[in-house]
């Protein structure tokens, strides 16, 4: 059956044939997932409809339903601190979308600034946006540091590894900012949440947040010393200095989120 269809999918997904797969492929999303499901071609990507949600993706059926989506932003991202109404979230390293997703519904009166430095990823990100209409979120295409410049980030496959990369390295050349001048430039005056996840640079993140910092009531930041990227001790160092009450999860059984440190101010 598995071969059957995609065997079909690769023979209708182009122009001028993508129509036919609307039923056939809506009843076997529904089926896969386990959850009623419309898909439909639309701004070259498929549409998958689910109930809350609409969740782009270039592949058919490759877009798992809202609730598993967003199952891992919610166990790592909103564990300390959850968004409430009107709440400013700076959503640091978005991915694909499913934090900007969450941030977005549970503050919805507020404002999420997701900023992701890959194009391609961030292509995924806007198109998710643009589909669910969550207009309380600003999406940005840029990477965060401590200086105004450029970096270079590698170019693989799969979003969750790309980072930043000597200058001289093959990758894709990106725009740097620091926080607080996007900030200001925002008029954001305040922080209630922080949450950033950007393969190693958080230190330098975090430094080029200045008085910003001192303004952020909750942050989440994803180190990666289970990478080979130890970051983890200076993040905590960090965080302690500017007045963060800090907690981890070193009882967790995976290394990741074992590497994740919530802090709140005192």
């Keep these: ?28 999303v529904s ?11 639309r701004h070259g ?43 400013v979230v700076f959503d640091v390293g978005a991915g694909n979308g499913a934090e900007a997703l969450l941030f ?7 404002r999420v ?12 990100l806007v198109d998710l946006c643009r589909a669910n209409r969550l207009d309380n979120v600003t999406a940005l295409q840029l990477a965060v540091s401590d200086a105004e410049g450029n970096v270079v980030l590698s170019d693989g496959a799969h979003h969750l590894q790309n980072k930043v990369v ?26 209630d949440l922080l949450k950033m996840n950007i393969e190693g640079e ?21 180190c990666h010393d289970f990478l080979g990227m130890p970051t983890k001790a200076a993040v905590l160092a960090l965080l ?6 800090v907690v981890t999860r070193d009882d967790a059984p995976e290394p990741w989120t074992r590497d994740y440190v919530y802090g709140t101010r005192r």
């Excluded at 089926?31 to 071609?41: G, K």
């Excluded at 977005?104 to 507020?110: D, E, I, K, T, V």
């Excluded at 430094?207 to 910092?213: C, I």
Aim: with cysteine; glycine share 10%.
């Design 1 to 28: 059956m598995n071969r059957y269809w995609h065997g079909l999918v690769r023979r209708l997904d182009r122009r001028g044939r993508r129509a036919l797969l609307v039923v056939p492929g809506s009843l076997w």
């Design 31 to 41: 089926v896969r997932y386990r959850a009623p499901c419309v898909v439909y071609w």
């Design 45 to 87: 990507n498929w549409i998958h409809h689910y109930r809350g949600a609409k969740i782009p993706h270039r592949a058919l059926g490759r877009a798992a339903p809202p609730d598993v989506l967003t199952a891992t932003a919610r166990d790592l991202f909103v564990h300390d601190y959850t968004p409430q109404p009107g709440d």
């Design 104 to 110: 977005s519904r549970l503050g919805p009166s507020g």
């Design 113 to 124: 600034v997701s900023i992701e430095a890959h194009p391609r990823t961030y292509a995924r």
């Design 166 to 191: 000597a200058s001289d390295a093959d990758g894709v050349g990106v725009r740097a900012r620091r926080l607080d001048t996007i900030a200001a430039e925002l008029g954001i005056e305040r922080l």
């Design 202 to 222: 958080e230190v330098r993140a975090l430094e080029g947040m200045g008085a910003l910092l001192g303004a952020t009531s909750h942050v989440c930041i994803s």
């Design 240 to 245: 302690e200095d500017h007045g963060f009450d």
